[in-house]
């Protein structure tokens, strides 16, 4: 029995210390992270430690992840932040306990930014939901409140 215990303890650590770590990456990298899992919902933010409006929306998203009617979707954070800031991004992703897939994008120019959503202009935070026949749901700016995002993510999927 305490052998299950300590097992089960470990597990946890295992999962927990996992699901925080960044994956810095390529455009070409993120758009196969993208076409994954094609049956699953993703809700992908883009965000910046530097950006007040898109701080202060994560915990919104880290709300919602964790009630039970969004475990199917997928949530992935994408931070634009320079590499230079990467240990200010880690420190954040930390102090928020931010989980979900955590990534940074490792870009120096915005050529990836039409490609991805051409009628974006690459101002953060932007959030966008990918649903499973590959239609994209977009919301241009900052979430005021954890309701506003659970009304956005309800009203594009159909439970």
Not at 28 to 50: D, H, Q, R, V, Y
Request: hydrophobic letters at 40%.
């Amino acid at each position: 029995m305490r052998l299950v215990f300590i097992l089960v303890i470990i597990n946890c650590f295992v999962k927990q210390a996992s699901a925080q770590e960044l994956k810095i990456l390529k455009y070409t990298e993120l758009e196969k992270i993208l076409t994954s899992e094609p049956g699953k919902p993703k809700l992908i933010n883009f965000w910046a430690t530097w950006c007040k409006p898109c701080v202060e929306e994560l915990p919104y998203f880290m709300s919602l992840q964790q009630e039970a009617k969004n475990e199917n979707v997928q949530f992935i954070f994408i931070s634009l932040d320079f590499m230079s800031q990467t240990t200010k991004v880690k420190e954040l992703i930390n102090k928020l306990s931010l989980t979900g897939t955590l990534l940074q994008l490792n870009e120096s120019g915005g050529e990836w930014i039409d490609e991805f959503d051409s009628n974006w202009s690459g101002a953060i935070p932007y959030t966008v939901l990918l649903l499973p026949d590959g239609e994209k749901r977009e919301h241009y700016d900052a979430f005021n409140s954890p309701e506003e995002l659970r009304t956005f993510i309800n009203k594009n999927i159909s439970n």
